[in-house]
């Protein structure tokens, strides 16, 4: 493969063509994936995604389950 | 325009005035850079009238607190974050907020505020998103990639490129906008140089700043633990209170457990 062709690739081919999508097209789109990323709700009840706090107290893991 | 819960929300912060700008994962949608995070983050107005507006509006939807700071200027001046939690249907709403997100200066602040207003809905600029996302998260990384790939202003590119090739194509094209911004960024120092150097460059970089966060994130865990060994107690005085009720307990529980400064 010629080496001048290739690019550095970040990310996926669905999130690029978000780029190209309309209005009504990125709304249904990100919704869809609100609704499926519910799936991953238990796994993920005791982190946080943003902020100061990474994970809810392990001392509290007893607490949250009862 | 995009009807979605947390375009709903902002709009709801935001009724009247300017109190609540959108940033990290939403804002990476809203650029339509990634759909990669299911949980709202907000940039919030550092003042009593904001806060309280702010409280009001997530009690509306029943919001109740995760384990986190007060949504008080008195620690979220400090840097710490508040987190709420809600159902709509069958969707899990995470709100998190803070007034000082890391990375992010005064004046970077300012500026955000003045360009947000009259926005629909108010989101951070890509500089302030691309510095947002220095965490210490590999994928965030890669987000950072595709937000320089969408600047315009070379200058910009060269701060915040995570691609060796890309940099070193853009040196060739534009030398005289990175001798005025090498100094801010060690790693253009190093050009003219090949690619795989600059590569290494990048990753050792990247350690640099996830090992930064990692270092920031320690030090709020640390000043939290009291507070954490505290909540399964506050979190019990505070259940089926609606929020502004909840919002003055554990406020109140906090104070001399939760220090204001980490």
């Known amino acids: 493969m010629n080496k001048m062709l290739i690019k550095d690739e970040f990310l996926s081919e669905e999130d690029l063509s978000l780029s190209e999508m309309g209005d009504e097209e990125l709304e249904a789109y990100w919704n869809f994936w609100l609704e499926l990323a519910q799936s991953t709700n238990e796994e993920d009840k005791e982190l946080y995604s943003h902020g100061v706090f990474v994970q809810y107290p392990v001392s509290n893991h007893h607490e949250r389950n009862s | ?262």
């Open chain 2, 1 to 262: 325009m995009i009807k979605n819960i947390y375009i709903e929300l902002t709009e709801k912060f935001n009724d009247g005035r300017l109190r609540a700008v959108i940033c990290s994962g939403q804002a990476a949608v809203l650029h339509r850079i990634a759909v990669m995070s299911k949980d709202g983050d907000w940039i919030i107005r550092e003042e009593q009238e904001s806060l309280s507006h702010i409280t009001q509006i997530l009690e509306g939807y029943g919001a109740v607190y995760r384990f986190g700071a007060p949504l008080d200027i008195r620690w979220l001046k400090e840097g710490w974050s508040s987190h709420f939690e809600f159902m709509q249907g069958n969707l899990r709403i995470r709100t998190d907020f803070f007034t000082r997100p890391p990375r992010i200066s005064s004046e970077m602040l300012e500026q955000l505020w003045n360009e947000s207003e009259g926005k629909h809905p108010p989101f951070i600029n890509k500089h302030l998103l691309a510095e947002m996302k220095k965490t210490n998260r590999e994928k965030d990384y890669a987000v950072i990639g595709e937000i320089a790939r969408r600047m315009e202003n070379p200058r910009d590119i060269f701060l915040y490129s995570r691609s060796a090739r890309d940099i070193i194509e853009l040196a060739g094209a534009f030398p005289k906008a990175l001798e005025e911004i090498k100094d801010r960024r060690e790693l253009l120092t190093k050009l003219p140089c090949p690619t795989d150097e600059l590569e290494k460059e990048l990753d050792a970089e990247r350690r640099k700043f996830m090992h930064a966060n990692e270092e920031r994130l320690l030090k709020y865990s640390d000043a939290s633990r009291k507070w954490s060994e505290k909540w399964p107690e506050v979190r019990s005085l505070v259940s089926g209170r609606p929020l502004t009720e909840s919002h003055a307990i554990i406020s109140k529980n906090a104070e001399g457990v939760l220090p204001f400064a980490p």
